[in-house]
T-cell receptor, first 112, second 114 residues
Framework: GESVGLHLPTLSVQEGDNSIINCAYS??????FIWYKQESGKGPQFIID?????DKRQGQRVTVLLNKTVKHLSLQIAATQPGDSAVYFC???????????FGKGITLSVRP | GAVVSQHPSRVICKSGTSVKIECRSL??????MFWYRQFPKQSLMLMAT?????????EQGVEKDKFLINHASLTLSTLTVTSAHPEDSSFYIC??????????FGSGTRLTVV
């Protein structure tokens, strides 16, 4: 079946370094992708999104890259801070039914 | 803008009782809302799509008679867990679709069935 997955379950980075979180998706019909951050006991918080007609989008300290050829999505966080420690999910929307399918999640741990 | 309020944030109930969770879009109208369930250290799993004025669409494997969804207005959807059992203990999260590309999530409800 279709799925959205992540390559690594955990990522530990030094404060101040850049973080890169990767996500693979398998539904070639997906046309909208979102990265979410989830802190313990809270709902997902929107970080950044990208539509399939783009390959890069930048926000404040974050960049999302989309490679449709290999069905790969990545989130780059510049100058990672302790407050960035959380679980990160990628999600995809294939359009027709508006449902978001979430990836497995990766825990980002920032070392002081 | 685009705030979704979910209530209660935590609830403990006895086995066999029912629990209602509310999801409200505070500053926008949402014709479509979604209900997710999340077990510890796992991802969000979609349970059902709630459509204003019509029946909810449930994902495969989700019991519609156990998880009752009502979307009576453009700003409110409710999820009722009927005859709850310990295995229903989980983190339930709602999401409201505010436009073609926008989704806003509630803060979640921690349900513990004892």
């Amino acid at each position: 079946g279709e799925s959205v997955g992540l390559h690594l379950p955990t990522l530990s980075v030094q404060e101040g370094d850049n973080s890169i979180i990767n996500c693979a998706y398998s539904n070639s019909a997906s046309d909208y992708f979102i990265w979410y951050k989830q802190e313990s006991g809270k709902g997902p918080q929107f970080i950044i999104d990208i539509r399939s007609n783009m390959d890069k989008r930048q926000g404040q300290r974050v960049t999302v890259l989309l490679n449709k050829t290999v069905k790969h999505l990545s989130l780059q966080i510049a100058a990672t801070q302790p407050g960035d420690s959380a679980v990160y999910f990628c999600a995809e929307n294939s359009g027709a039914n508006s449902k978001l399918t979430f990836g497995k999640g990766i825990t980002l741990s920032v070392r002081p | 803008g685009a705030v979704v309020s979910q209530h209660p944030s935590r609830v403990i109930c006895k086995s066999g009782t029912s629990v209602k969770i509310e999801c409200r879009s505070l500053d926008f109208q949402a014709t479509t809302m979604f209900w997710y369930r999340q077990f510890p250290k796992q991802s969000l799993m979609l349970m059902a799509t709630s459509n204003e004025g019509s029946k909810a669409t449930y994902e495969q494997g989700v019991e519609k008679d156990k998880f009752l969804i009502n979307h009576a207005s453009l700003t409110l959807s409710t999820l009722t867990v009927t005859s709850a059992h310990p295995e229903d203990s989980s983190f339930y999260i709602c999401s409201a679709k505010r436009d073609v590309w926008g989704y806003t999530f509630g803060s979640g409800t921690r349900l513990t069935v004892v």
